[in-house]
């Protein structure tokens, strides 16, 4: 965590009042997206940073290389044995799955953790990084940033970040904007002093060599002086000149602008545009992908051949992706009322399918529209010519129709069209062909069989997942769920460890460990999770709820009550959160704040069964017995349980009520009593005050041996009132009752 006193810099050209300048920097980063596209700061980063990691401490390089090669592909020498999974090595049609959205939002964090290595075993006296050109950015460039600031800790790392103002659109530029306003303080940038030209030097050519990022306004004047056919020669050389380099990044930035302003923007402009989409696409980059498509459809003007349609298709499917599914639907209709190409309906289908069954917001989701739309899916699949063609693009409408009976409750036949599919794949391909499609098909095999609760037969798939796709964290993840439901809990517990592993910062799989350790018992090992997770998502309400009530389990109120506040800012109404506040205020003493919160988590869920119980205890505490009764009476009829049982037994006995609390004890005492002798005194006094003497006496034995060497039962004197004979009977030696 970040030192209160040790901040990063946000250095603003109208920033105001004091206008210290930025401290220098030891290395600086241009982010302009015109030069390579997504990640074009943060792979200029880790080109300098990497290298030096390599040669003196290589393991820190290996147990990042997911993240590095994601983000600068071009460092791949220095990284061996880096993991490889079927989706990251599908090419083409082959590539039948699609990173989801947040991965770059992992592999920032990942970043964050390898610069922070850096600098403490490199550059112990620390770091100064400056990013500059944010404000032209790509949002994976400010999506880093954003980590960064949040992560690392100034006194090791340092940023200085260069951006007048935060003006993108989108949760990118939010999360930005809130990473600079919470960890950074505003300076005044370096002064740069502009550079004379050189004798002879042409202002024109050097804005086009800058690749359209120069920001000296005497080169951009001397440029739009150009006429236009000389501009785009030289844009068309420019790009030459870049082709030959052979350098990856640039295919996704400086080279797509050059052509797209050559001297064929229709012809090699465009195609250069759709490139570069599929690639960010590929890489899970869905706002640079979109982008690049849309300039692509603007190329071809009035022409609409097939890579039109393609890009047309990309940016609806981007649009799925970044949960901004409802501006996608403009895209697909566009598609089948322009092409009359069987595809282009049969994919436009299946992403509108997928649409109202999946990317849409929950309560605009419509899983029988779903249906209509992947059954044409399906019917124009089945209508191609071509058998081997007709064989894949079948067993995939039909697993996307899978997708829709599961939402719609039908898993058998869901089931059934995966068998199906699976089938139809095995008999038409080869044993190497489409791997990735099959393990896809065979995932969701698995996935329906765990929702039916075959676990043995989905693990059974899940483990031939992995041994075709081993580095595929997703897997270990999903069996660590089937192994925990099968009673397999150490190799759950492996499984969970691999999936974090081989993922860069998997909130979702410390979340689940922290759940499955509480279920063991581990309450620290679930804390250590849940900081984790938080730690990469301190906003999850989830998160927060859960290690609020790991926290008062462990007796750390404050810390509890902090992320109750937290959890309460996010979602004033959380019953969870309100109820969790009500039991801290009751224990510091105060009722009224406790009933006010019971009272309102009430409110907000009336079937809420932890707020009745938790006000139960409240006023049963305050001598409020028949109150207590009610809510416990409630709580039951919500949701019986053996605790709730035992705490209105009490209640009842107090009420002189023997008759119902012998009633609820018969319950708990079976369920309890071996963790909880005191409930055996319970019934007993229940037993012996209604005349079942004998019951009372058995039942006081059975408390009474339920106490150690050296422990005392609290209820020893009322015992020795009604039953003397039965402490003697029960003495260990030094006095005290034994077993």
Not at 327 to 348: C, I, K, Q, W
Request: one cysteine or more.
């Amino acid at each position: 965590m970040n030192s209160p006193s040790a901040r990063h810099y946000w250095a603003a050209a109208s920033t105001t009042g004091a206008r210290r300048p930025a401290p220098g920097a030891q290395l600086e980063v241009r982010c302009h997206r015109r030069l390579r596209g997504p990640y074009t700061g943060g792979g200029a980063l880790l080109r300098q940073v990497v290298p030096e990691l390599a040669e003196h401490q290589p393991a820190l390089v290996t147990a990042r290389a997911t993240e590095v090669l994601a983000i600068a592909p071009d460092l791949l020498p220095l990284v061996p044995d880096a993991p490889q999974t079927l989706t990251s090595i599908a090419e083409g049609a082959e590539r039948t799955r699609f990173y989801s959205a947040d991965r770059t939002g992992r592999l920032a964090h990942g970043i964050a953790e390898l610069l922070t290595d850096w600098a403490r075993r490199l550059h112990p006296e620390g770091v100064v990084l400056a990013f500059r050109e944010l404000a032209q950015a790509d949002p994976t460039d400010r999506e880093l940033v954003a980590v960064l600031l949040r992560r690392c800790d100034p006194r090791v790392l340092t940023l200085v970040v260069e951006i007048d103002a935060v003006e993108q659109d989108g949760s990118v530029g939010d999360a930005l904007e809130a990473a600079l306003t919470g960890y950074a303080d505003r300076v005044a940038p370096a002064v740069r002093l502009r550079s004379a030209l050189p004798p002879g030097a042409d202002p024109a050519q050097l804005f086009v060599d800058s690749d359209g990022t120069a920001a000296d306004p005497e080169l951009r004047r001397a440029y739009e002086a150009l006429p236009a056919d000389e501009r785009a020669r030289r844009h068309t050389d420019r790009a030459a000149e870049l082709t030959a380099r052979n350098e990856p990044g640039v295919r996704l930035g400086a080279l797509p602008y050059h052509l797209e302003h050559g001297t064929d923007p229709a012809g090699a402009g465009a195609g250069a545009c759709v490139r570069a989409a599929d690639a960010c696409f590929d890489l899970g980059c869905y706002e640079a992908a979109m982008d690049l498509g849309l300039r692509a459809r603007l190329l071809f003007g009035d022409e609409r051949p097939k890579e039109y349609w393609t890009v047309t298709h990309r940016i609806g499917a981007c649009l799925s992706y970044l949960g901004r599914g409802e501006a996608a639907f403009d895209y697909f209709a566009e598609l089948r009322a322009g092409s009359t190409e069987p595809a282009v309906h049969m994919n436009a289908c299946y992403m509108v399918a997928m649409l109202h069954t999946r990317h849409l917001p929950k309560h605009l989701q419509d899983h029988d529209t779903a249906l209509a739309w992947i059954n044409t899916a399906i019917a124009i699949a089945d209508s191609e010519a071509d058998p081997h063609r007709r064989t894949f693009a079948g067993a995939f409408m039909r697993n996307g129709r899978a997708l829709v009976d599961m939402h719609r409750g039908d898993l058998d036949g869901a089931l059934a069209l995966v068998e199906r599919g699976i089938a139809m794949t095995d008999a038409d391909l080869g044993p190497d062909e489409q791997l990735l499609h099959r393990s896809v098909l065979l995932f969701n095999r698995a996935q329906i069989l765990a929702a039916q609760g075959d676990h043995a037969a989905a693990l059974r798939d899940y483990d031939v997942l992995i041994s075709r796709d081993p580095d595929y964290g997703d897997y270990y993840f999903e069996r660590a769920a089937e192994r925990r439901a099968d009673n397999r809990y150490a190799e759950a517990l492996a499984d969970y460890a691999e999936a974090i592993r081989l993922n860069p910062a998997f909130h979702e799989a410390h979340c689940n460990r922290a759940d499955f350790l509480r279920e063991l018992g581990e309450e620290e090992g679930a804390l250590r999770d849940l900081d984790r997770a938080l730690e990469l998502e301190p906003d999850h309400l989830d998160s927060l709820v859960n290690r609020a009530d790991v926290l008062m389990a462990l007796d750390l109120g404050e810390r509890a009550a902090a992320d109750v506040a937290a959890g309460l800012a996010l979602d004033p109404v959380n019953v969870h959160l309100l109820t969790a506040r009500g039991s801290l205020s009751a224990e510091a003493g105060d009722t009224e704040a406790a009933e006010a919160d019971f009272a309102a988590a009430l409110r907000t869920d009336p079937g809420f069964v932890a707020a009745w119980a938790n006000r139960a205890v409240l006023r049963y505490s305050a001598g409020r017995l028949a109150e207590a009764l009610d809510d416990l009476d409630r709580a039951i009829e919500l949701g019986d349980d053996a605790v709730l049982r035992a705490n209105r037994a009490l209640a009842l006995q107090d009420l002189g009520d023997h008759d119902r609390a012998l009633a609820d004890l018969d319950l708990a005492v079976p369920a309890l009593g071996e963790q909880s002798p005191d409930l055996f005194h319970r019934r007993g006094l229940s037993r012996h005050l209604l005349g079942d003497l004998e019951g009372a006496r058995s039942d006081w034995r059975a408390h009474l041996t339920g106490y150690g060497s050296g422990e005392a039962s609290p209820f020893r004197a009322q015992i020795e009132r009604y039953a003397a004979d039965l402490l003697a009977g029960c003495e260990a030696p030094g006095g005290a009752p034994g077993r």
